[in-house]
């Protein structure tokens, strides 16, 4: 049953051609048990795609973390003057507003990263409630993205 | 004897706080406390699957509400604020650290646990590394953090209480006022606990997490409101105060160094991620997707008070100026008394009793409903990992049951009688948690899903490495304080490089190098495991109640009919 779902979604954009056909068909593909896991060395390309997109969030996340301080330790005069507007020392506003929120930002995009590449690749997650409408979706973006 | 006592009672009774019995915050905490038996009572349980993971079936907003409750706990209600207040810009630590640890867990574990989809977080390492020794060290360490970060909460409700309910030192022959509330407070929250299991507490946390957060956004809109310090957003007009608050406040590494800020985070962090009651949230949920999405509900839900907690602090500094007495230099303020910020700041701003027992209660509600995944987690290690796993393996569920119990009123002993002394403030207290948990746990949790040559013998190396050195500075600077004759720290260098509370800086990298050599020292895993890992990154949705294991223990053939339908696809293209 599921099967054949996933069948049809996965020809349908076949026929428009595209990038996501040939992900989708790569996926099919890929023997997903009889390949290596190695963060540093991606054996499918589904985890090169995924880990190209955790590399980026963790990236922008040390610099959103640690780069504040580490500035206030450098520069201590620019970092502690006050901001216009909101009153906070610039330091302290970048560490406790700024962290937790860059954190949070890159939470949902990590997440839209994820639902956007499990379309690409024709995976459905979505429970019997809503599956026939995440195939729609997918479907139309397929369409959409030429 | 009763000089000690005497001591402690000047210690750990808050100055400032009107401590004294209040009929109306006593209604009100006795009705939520009754609010929680009742729905741990309607959702009872006396299966496992349902006792340890909810039966799997928790959504995206329930589950990140969970996680919200789950995770903040008296430290973040209370002993966060109390830092930010105390230790200024060393206290932010707690507010990066506590949050942003989550987009990691997102990124490197949340949906791969929900895949690999056992009960416990030492199940994981057992299974993993199909090792009972391992499991055991890891269930050994998962009831270790249970223990040290319930003292925290102990105290903070405790502290908290005594406001409430006021002083009832002597009433149990030897304890002080603040002890008795300890005390109080550890009966109820381990007779609910016992009672419902998992699923009455992912219920009861939804309904603590509503609790605890209004009853603290709301205190801190009052609180700026009625002191004219804000109008509609406290989180961002705080900033206005600062510059008033003395550069105590806002300077930064004036009460720590630059090493101990990036110390002190980066063990928070790691800790997040090693915390067996955090990674048993993604074990609840139905499917790996939700386990990704709660993960940012429940850091949404988390931000909201963790925005708000710097602002309470300053307030709170501000109001303790004008009204009691200076904040900062000698005397200043006591830590007991910066353990209640939050509260004290409601009650200088001449809010109405009622008013002030909202913001107390729910700093009992976050510390309940965190105690309550902690003891979850700790005695699941016990029943499920060490008595069902190794020592009788034809357990029935009555008797996994009852083992689960008991253990909870055990841990709940332990804590109530090490909580009645405690060596830190809460925020500390519960840092020393973070640590252990990222020396030992994270870096097998991270090792084993992204590394499938990751060995047994390698863990047990790990394992062992995290733990020695995670004791290492914990004799340095928290054993002496139990023990008279002793000043803490014993040793002032070792305690500047690998502070208790940041020791993961230094642990963590270590116990990865350890892992790594010896996995790659000795033979590989079998290919089995390598498959059960294999199977947690893959792509392919799994069933609800499936795990890595059931899907790779059946694989052959499934992978064989996937190999059948690209055939049919190369059928159909013809």
């Avoid at chain 1, 068909?25 to 048990?33: F, I, M, R, S, V």
């Avoid at chain 2, 997102?106 to 030492?122: D, E, M, N, S, V």
């Avoid at chain 2, 269930?139 to 005594?162: C, D, P």
Wanted: proline share 4%; with cysteine; glycine share 10%.
């Amino acid at each position: 049953m599921t099967d054949n779902d996933t069948h049809d979604r996965a020809n349908a954009p076949e026929t428009d051609g595209g990038v996501a056909t040939g992900a989708a068909q790569a996926h099919k593909e890929t023997d997903y048990l009889g390949s290596e896991v190695n963060i540093l060395n991606p054996s499918t390309p589904y985890m090169r795609d995924h880990l190209r997109i955790v590399w980026t969030g963790f990236a922008v996340w040390v610099l959103a973390i640690w780069g504040p301080v580490t500035l206030t330790r450098i520069a201590p005069g620019p970092m502690t003057s006050q901001m216009p507007i909101l009153g906070f020392p610039l330091h302290y506003f970048l560490v406790a507003f700024g962290a937790p929120t860059s954190a949070l930002i890159l939470a949902f995009w990590y997440s839209r990263k994820r639902d956007a590449l499990d379309e690409k690749y024709g995976i459905d997650h979505g429970t019997e409630a809503d599956a026939p409408s995440g195939a729609d979706v997918a479907a139309t973006d397929g369409g959409s993205d030429e | 004897m009763t000089g000690s006592s005497l001591l402690l009672q000047s210690d750990l009774l808050p100055e400032a706080l009107d401590i004294s019995f209040k009929i109306g915050p006593a209604i009100l905490v006795i009705g939520m406390l009754g609010l929680f038996l009742t729905i741990g009572f309607i959702f009872r349980v006396a299966d496992t699957d349902d006792m340890w993971v909810a039966g799997r079936s928790i959504g995206n907003v329930e589950n990140g509400m969970a996680i919200g409750a789950n995770w903040m706990s008296a430290a973040s209600y209370l002993g966060m604020a109390a830092s930010i207040a105390l230790a200024g810009f060393y206290g932010l630590v707690f507010v990066v650290g506590w949050t942003t640890g989550y987009f990691i867990l997102l990124i490197f574990l949340a949906a791969q646990l929900r895949r690999f989809g056992k009960y416990t977080a030492p199940d994981f390492v057992g299974d993993r590394f199909n090792s009972d020794t391992a499991r055991a060290i890891a269930a050994v360490t998962t009831f270790l953090i249970g223990f040290v970060y319930a003292i925290g909460q102990a105290k903070g409700m405790a502290l908290v209480g005594l406001y409430i309910f006021g002083d009832y030192g002597g009433l149990i022959p030897g304890l002080d006022g603040y002890q008795v509330m300890v005390v109080a407070m550890m009966v109820v929250t381990v007779g609910y606990l016992t009672l419902s299991g998992m699923l009455g507490a992912t219920k009861n946390q939804a309904v603590q997490y509503v609790i605890l957060i209004l009853a603290f956004v709301v205190g801190l809109f009052v609180v700026g409101w009625t002191n004219g310090y804000s109008t509609v957003l406290p989180q961002l007009e705080y900033g206005m105060l600062i510059s008033e608050l003395g550069s105590e406040f806002s300077e930064p590494f004036a009460s720590s160094s630059y090493y101990l800020w990036v110390a002190t985070t980066f063990s928070l962090i790691v800790g997040t991620c090693g915390l067996p009651h955090v990674l048993v949230r993604f074990y609840t949920v139905e499917s790996e997707r939700t386990a990704r999405w709660s993960t940012v509900w429940g850091l949404f839900f988390i931000c909201i008070l963790y925005w708000s907690a710097p602002a309470f602090a300053a307030f709170g500094t501000d109001l303790y100026s004008q009204n009691v007495g200076a904040t900062y230099g000698d005397p200043g303020m006591s830590s007991a008394a910066s353990e209640v910020i939050v509260v004290l700041a409601a009650q200088l701003s001449g809010l109405p009793d009622w008013f002030v027992g909202i913001v107390a209660a729910g700093g009992i509600a976050a510390a309940i409903a965190t105690v309550a995944g902690l003891f979850i987690a700790g005695s699941s290690a016990i029943s499920h990992d060490i008595y069902t796993n190794i020592i009788n393996e034809d357990a029935t569920q009555r008797q996994q049951i009852l083992v689960g119990r008991l253990s909870i009123v055990a841990l709940g002993a332990l804590t109530t009688l090490a909580a009645l002394n405690p060596a830190s403030s809460i925020a500390a207290l519960v840092g020393y948690a973070f640590s252990l948990a990222g020396s030992v746990l994270f870096p097998m949790f991270f090792l084993g899903m992204w590394w499938e040559n990751a060995n047994r013998q390698g863990a047990l190396a790990g394992m062992t490495t995290g733990l020695t050195l995670w004791s290492i500075p914990m004799i340095n600077q928290i054993v002496p304080t139990y023990i008279g004759s002793l000043d803490a720290p014993l040793s002032a260098g070792l305690a500047q490089w690998m502070p208790a509370i940041g020791s993961a800086l230094i642990t963590l990298p270590v116990v990865f190098a350890v892992t790594i050599v010896v996995s790659m020292a000795t033979d590989e895993p079998s290919l089995e495991t390598k498959r059960i890992v294999r199977q947690c990154h893959s792509p392919e949705p799994m069933g609800q109640q499936e795990t890595a294991e059931d899907v790779v223990a059946d694989g052959g053939e499934e992978m064989a009919t996937d190999g059948g339908h690209t055939v049919d696809d190369a059928a159909t293209e013809e």
